[in-house]
């Protein structure tokens, strides 16, 4: 079967390409991606024990 993924995926609308791609650059500064970071975002805000917020990379100076 192709194209069959390990995991559920799940989808987040209203955001722009703009942010999308700012997101992704950002996740890759901080040595992950979008899902990882996405991921630790939900367990901190639903209050899972022992996640803390990713670290976020520094912003570039403008």
């Known amino acids: 079967m ?3 993924h390990r995991h559920k995926q799940r989808v987040l609308r ?7 791609t700012t997101f992704d650059a950002a996740a890759r500064a901080a040595g992950s991606d979008r899902s990882n970071i996405t991921r ?8 899972r024990p022992g996640v803390d ?3 976020r990379p520094a912003q570039p100076k403008v």
């Open 2 to 4: 192709a194209n069959v």
């Open 14 to 20: 209203g955001i722009d390409d703009d942010l999308a």
């Open 40 to 47: 630790q975002l939900w367990e901190w805000y639903v209050g």
């Open 53 to 55: 917020l990713p670290e």
